[in-house]
């Protein structure tokens, strides 16, 4: 008997996937965008393995799930998955923690840090404004910005996406903090949260999203900030508090912030998009080309070794 496998994320390498379609019957998702609950609740039940995006594996989905044997998870966090209703249905759960990922991750984030320091995406956007087009004035002033060297970056979470942000940041010049109450780095300068908070010029959050993480940032933290700071995050949306974060924008605690993460992905009407002092980006951190190939391999391995009895799925995380 044939094995089913839906592909739930928008798209997959074409070499990997060829693997799968010489062994199994795919299903590929044509919607554009992640499955909703209601979605999966309809379908789940045909298929044997799944890999998987953001979207909801809730207690309702794996128990309509009567054939699963796996969730391969395309990427690093698997918060979307109700582990303990997969632990007791005997459903294998892995994701990709692969190196290619971590560094796709910390580069997107220093490329966002530049782009808020140099003010580069709000000149960009500035020159094809409808104020620009009627003055024809460069207002380069507006747009002065500052050296990544001349700046103290803190670094929330310092697990293997962490490292390599600091890694990076240390090559430009920047003097590098970081807040984790796990690690010990002695070659980076540890302070507590509020610390880093109070003495960055730029804070980045790199934690996974779980209880003792969820809302951990709030008006509070951003409230320490120096004049004319930024924050990014290319995590998880709900390790911020959102509206926090929208009310520290507004009310002049931060100058400008950068996300890759919404609470609602993709984003219909969030305000941050209309913000004009945010840089966003449509949840691209981890995706490269080279990362992506990485994370599909991985993925349809883990895939072919529980189904077809071939070994140990790499990275099990149930």
Avoid at 5 to 24: C, M, P, S, T
Avoid at 81 to 99: F, G, M, Q, S, W
Avoid at 117 to 145: A, I, M, N, Q
Avoid at 184 to 204: I, W
């Amino acid at each position: 008997m044939t094995h089913s496998v839906l592909i739930a994320d928008e798209w997959f390498a074409e070499q990997h996937l060829k693997r799968l379609e010489e062994r199994f019957q795919v299903t590929r998702n044509t919607k554009g965008r992640w499955y909703r609950e209601n979605e999966l609740l309809d379908v789940i039940g045909e298929y044997d393995a799944v890999i998987a995006g953001q979207e909801p594996y809730t207690v309702r989905v794996l128990e309509k799930a009567r054939k699963l044997k796996i969730i391969a998870r395309r990427g690093i966090g698997y918060d979307n998955i109700d582990l303990e209703t997969a632990r007791k249905r005997h459903i294998c759960i892995t994701n990709t923690p692969v190196r290619a990922e971590h560094i796709a991750v910390a580069e997107l984030t220093l490329t966002l840090i530049l782009d808020l320091l140099r003010r580069t995406v709000f000149s960009c956007e500035f020159l094809r404004s409808d104020t620009y087009k009627s003055t024809r004035l460069w207002r380069r002033e507006d747009f002065f910005g500052r050296g990544i060297h001349e700046i103290t970056i803190g670094i929330v979470g310092l697990g293997d996406i962490g490292r390599e942000v600091a890694k990076l940041a240390n090559k430009l010049g920047s003097a590098v903090i970081y807040s984790d109450p796990y690690v010990n780095e002695p070659t980076l300068k540890h302070v507590s949260l509020k610390e880093l908070f109070e003495q960055a010029d730029v804070v980045t959050v790199h934690v996974r999203s779980t209880d003792e993480t969820r809302g951990m940032i709030n008006y509070d933290l951003f409230s320490r900030m120096k004049t004319g700071s930024y924050f990014v995050n290319t995590a998880r949306p709900d390790v911020v508090k959102m509206d926090d974060l929208k009310l520290a924008l507004k009310n002049g605690l931060l100058a400008a912030a950068a996300t890759d993460v919404f609470d609602v992905e993709p984003p219909i009407d969030d305000e941050l998009l209309r913000m004009r002092n945010v840089i966003v980006t449509p949840h691209i951190a981890g995706f490269t080309h080279t990362s992506l190939d990485s994370i599909d391999e991985t993925c349809a391995d883990n895939v072919i070794a529980v189904l077809l009895n071939e070994g140990q799925p790499k990275n099990r995380i149930v």
